[in-house]
């Protein structure tokens, strides 16, 4: 075996755990006491949960506060176990937003083996192969394309459901994908450390024989993220982001792609390009952290591919214009959209996307508190948006009803301004296609929901659901800044967390709309509308046979064109199976023309001076494309 020589600092696990005995039992004690009021007081599923999942945090917590009332400095249990127990009561809820995140030294670090293990099918058989190794790191007859078939004596298929039932998953697609995931690569901010200090690893290698490989876990510090969810901010507000696959996909580009770690959200543009991809082709991103898009080569066709790394950006809409003008360069008559393993983000962004792929307005997903006297005092302080950072106004007089009436939840409303979900409109007119898997998660659930409910085209997913988190997610330290701005109010619950401790909850519930309006995203998620398991060329090979499938479901389907110019009088329309044309100048009706050719003229007095022209295009009566011009 060779030790991998990647420029990742790292130590053993054992040497680390050395280091990680900081609590005292008043801080313990103290830390049980704030959950109990983010479960009690805060906390949006709570009724769900215990409806679905059979399970009484709240009551959990209660025991736990009285044994550790009992301790003394002297009798306390060891750390390690104190945080397992808080951890699993909130595991126990199976909410990937609602985390009990461990201290220093765990705070921003990461436990990982020197390899990465993903499944695939051969018919209705699951296997496990090695795909990844750290850069420099070998045994015999290992690597990539070999067969797992133990870990640690168990049956690999056996140990990945253990592994599974200790997380947070909303639904046995996810828990199973999440417990894969951890297999190999943990973030220790999120969970508790591994069990074991070393793994004994059996395999079928390169040459067909049969080993084991035994290797210790390592600890290593994690790239940081982008947004600063802890402050306030309209991205710290509008945060739905699954923090563990946050904090793996960090991970993964450190550990096994460097070259997509960027200081900074968005890189300068001076290398980027204006020309189209060619097939097969990537384009040059300024956020590589965000995207990679290129054009794939399929037996059905070449398509533009964009993979979606995440949503947790600080500036939602460089976020969209990027997208924008990545989707230009590829090929237009289809798209293969790519959110795969996207634990989620800024809200605003997820909703913000959807627009530039259909005609029809967005309706961004309402969204509820639960009603409690904590919810309404922090909702009536930012009443009136006095911080200019968030404006709770809209769900006070449900509230306020709610302590007379009962009701459970206060009224539904969004988070994302529907002016900003509708500001820059259709921008891409072939056929979409969505990927999605079980670790897509949060504002990408929002995201995959809003794709289905607004019928921009079909999912394909590789696996039975989404990850089903249908919500908002805030911080402690953001609940506890909240109550004081603008200035601070008297008797607040919240109280310092020790060590540099935190916690997360979920705060408020997001719900679908259009033909499934009201019924909420979390723990149901997404259902996608075409299944593909993953075979071995997908997990060795590039995505090859998912991606060809994505090509079959884009094949035949229609490629429109809608093309506006503007004169001082007059619009010109280009298009492509558009048989009518509707133009508003300003939001008003200028003029309805039945389309008979490509190139289209239309009297449209006072078109150059109007801020906003928007140009609607039907065939059969159906709305089938729109383009949004703002001229000045």
Known sequence: MTEPTSGVAKQELDDFLRTADKLTLDDRRLLVQQALVLIEQNYVHLPLKAA???????????????RLSRQTPQTMDPEWRFHADLSEIFHSVRDLHTN???????????????????????????????????????????????????????PIDRAVDINASRFAGSNPAARHARGLQSMTIRPLRVHVPPDESWVVLTYVGQDGIRRELSETWRVSDNLPPFVNADELSVAATAQGLDLGADEISRALKLLYVPEAVTPQESLGGAELTAEPAEAGADI??????????????????????????????????????EFVRLIGLLPQNGLILDVRDNGGGHIFASEFLLQTLTPRPIVPEPTQFITTNLNLRICRQHQENPTGQIDLGPWCPSMEQALETGAVYSGAFSITPADGANAIGQQYFGPVVLITNALCYSATDIFAGGFQDHQIGKILGTDDNTGAGGANVWTHDLLKLLLELPSPASGSPYQPLPGGAGMRVSIRRTLRVHDLAGTPVEDLGVVPDFRHRMTRKDVLQGNEDLLAKAGEILSGQPVRRLDVQVSAAQVTLTTALVDRADIYLDGRPTASVDVTQQVTTV????????????VEGFQGGELVAARTILPR
Do not use: C
């Not at 399970?55 to 209660?62: E, G, I, S, T, W």
């Not at 461990?102 to 699951?126: N, V, W």
């Not at 009297?603 to 928007?614: F, K, M, N, T, Y």
């Open 52 to 66: 679905m999942h059979a399970v009484n945090p709240v009551q959990r917590l209660r025991l736990l506060a009285v």
């Open 100 to 154: 009990y995140l461990l201290p220093q030294p765990f705070s921003g670090k990461i436990a990982f083996l020197p390899y990465l293990i993903e499944e695939h099918y051969d018919g209705e058989r699951r296997h496990y192969v090695v795909t990844r190794t750290l850069q420099d790191f070998s045994a015999p007859g290992f690597g990539p394309g070999v067969e797992v078939t133990h870990w640690n004596g168990i």
């Open 284 to 321: 040059p991103t300024s956020m590589p952290g965000f995207f990679r898009a290129r054009s794939v080569v399929t037996p059905s066709g070449t398509f533009g591919h964009i993979r979606v790394f995440s949503f947790s950006v600080n500036d939602p809409d460089a976020f969209v214009r």
């Open 603 to 614: 009297p449209a007095p006072g078109a150059g001076s109007a801020h906003v022209i928007r």
